[in-house]
């Protein structure tokens, strides 16, 4: 039931942000997880703000970095840093839909970057991590396509 009812906030959240779950990068304002530097949740284990001035475009998304060692770092290998499935949630993903997502959210897992729609979420996707993974990995190439 519990499920069901995370499924279901997260099928409501995605309506409602539909607009900018047009791309296949998550953005808000245009700007790739919420302005924060990529590199950064590798290299510090913290999400820290990017800054507009070191920013460098990708996957039609903007995405911003708090130094110009993590912008360049980005630039010889963007997909070793962009997020699981655009930036959108990782349970969501799962379950066969975009959703948005909030930045305390992040795991690293296997040296990939994973974000979920809200702690809550992400507590649920912890319990079973390995399994959602694979799921959302299988429904990412249908998923990123929808609108």
Known sequence: MK?????????IAASLNAAAQQSEVFTTEGKA??????????????AVKGYDSLAYTFKDA????SSKENLEAFKKDPDHYIPQYGGYCAY?????HKAPTQTDTWTI???????NYNMKVK???MKDQ??????ADKQWPVVKGQQ
């Open 123 to 125: 507590q649920s996707w």
């Open 33 to 46: 997880i919420r302005g924060y530097d990529p590199v950064a949740f590798f290299k510090e284990s913290k």
């Open 92 to 96: 969501g993903t799962a379950a066969g």
């Open 62 to 65: 903007q995405w911003l970095f």
């Open 130 to 135: 390995s399994a959602l993974i694979e799921k």
């Open 3 to 11: 499920s069901i009812l995370i499924a279901l906030t997260i099928v």
């Open 109 to 115: 897992v296997n040296d990939k970057l994973y974000f």
